[in-house]
């Protein structure tokens, strides 16, 4: 084992699961999977893992790039996705093969049962999700490296968010800068949002400009070798109100407890039910509207789910979000996110900017 690329072992650990599964192979079509598997970046392909060496499928457009980045499977060209698949399957003697049923269209799902006549499809979606949710120790050096190129981006920014300025041209600049910093694309659409707009937990930047007395939700992230960084400040522009200071205050605790918390073998819902319960305690719950956090990697949402209703435990190696907030609406939102890696004994937070209320 010590000899096999990264890419081999997380095959490997695939082939481990067909028994349980019930299955003699999987087709994966959610692209970052494929990544995770193969090292293969492109945006449109299918991967079968069965017993034997895994098989990448890809169009014309791929060839070149899958044999440059691949090189823990065989490459098949194909002309129709679907024809080039139920070949796959022929061939390789296939009677009961699982499918990503999350990242497949019912279209293609019928169209390819038309073509696969004979072999049994089935759907595996709770069995495929937790894939991802370990990361090993190539994917925590680049998180770690999304996360310290965000915030030399923002700690530069920060010197035009002044009053005046308008969500826009922070949001521009930042992800601007994060590219010049390293970064390939941003994690998702920066989130800027000032005043009443930073109610709005998923507000988009818009002209609105920056005033005196003002809370300002800045939701970024970094994206480095194919992994997300995630992570919201929320300053107070030039003065803060009492009640400003109390909730940013009930925030941050709620935050800061709990991320104490985490570590692995803890239920993801006990992590929710600590930054929520107080919260609720301090009477501002129906202010706080969605999950506690989720996973992180080669996608800005993954597995696990942190929030009431999730069945997930922590395991060593998760790399989750914390991220309470407090929104009221018509006046002003706060929320405060930092990413963590579980470890044994508790967690290490990978994002790098202080959370303390600071007044710009």
């Given at each position: ?11 490997g ?106 072999i ?25 490296e ?15 968010v ?34 009443e ?83 609720e ?8 509207s ?21 069945t997930?435990?922590?395991e060593?190696?998760?790399?989750i ?8 609406p ?31």
């Amino acid at each position: 084992m010590g000899n096999l690329s990264k890419e081999e072992k997380r095959v490997g650990r695939i082939q481990g699961e067909l028994l349980r599964f019930d299955v003699e192979g999987i087709l994966f079509f959610d692209m970052a999977n494929i990544r995770y598997l193969t090292g293969f970046t492109g945006s449109e392909g299918a991967l079968f893992v069965g017993k034997g060496e895994p098989v990448l499928l890809i169009d014309g457009r791929y060839v070149t790039q899958a044999k440059r980045e691949t090189n823990a499977c065989e490459i098949l060209h194909f002309t129709d996705k679907t024809e080039g698949i139920a070949r796959l399957l022929a061939t390789s003697n296939v009677k009961v093969a699982g499918f990503e049923s999350q990242a497949l269209t019912y279209d293609a799902y019928e169209k390819l049962q038309r073509e696969t006549e004979g072999i049994s499809l089935k759907p595996l979606s709770d069995e495929i999700g937790p894939l991802r949710a370990r990361k090993d120790s190539d994917e925590i050096v680049l998180l770690r490296e999304a996360a310290k190129i965000a915030a030399r981006a923002l700690t530069a920014t920060l010197e035009i968010v002044t009053p005046g300025v308008s969500e826009r041209s922070i949001a521009t600049l930042l992800e601007v800068t994060m590219r010049e910093a390293g970064s390939e694309k941003p994690s998702f659409e920066t989130i800027v949002a000032a005043g009443e707009n930073s109610s709005m937990p998923h507000a988009r930047p818009g002209g609105s400009e920056l005033k005196n007395g003002d809370f300002v939700v800045i939701d970024y992230g970094a994206v480095y070798g194919g992994y997300h960084s995630d992570e919201t400040c929320t300053y107070a522009i030039g003065k803060t109100s009492r009640d400003q200071e109390e909730v940013y205050e009930i925030v941050k605790y709620a935050h800061d407890r709990a991320i104490d918390a985490v570590k692995a073998g803890v239920s993801c819902k006990d992590i929710d039910g600590i930054a929520r319960n107080y919260i609720e305690d301090k009477g501002l719950g129906s202010h706080f509207s969605h999950g506690t956090g989720h996973g992180v990697g080669l996608e800005v949402h993954e597995a696990p789910t942190v929030s009431a209703r999730s069945t997930d435990y922590l395991e060593e190696g998760m790399i989750i979000t914390v991220e309470p907030g407090i929104y009221i609406p018509g006046k002003w939102g706060v929320r405060i996110e930092d990413t963590v890696l579980v470890e044994r004994d508790g967690c290490e937070i990978i994002t790098r900017m202080p959370k303390e209320l600071a007044v710009l």
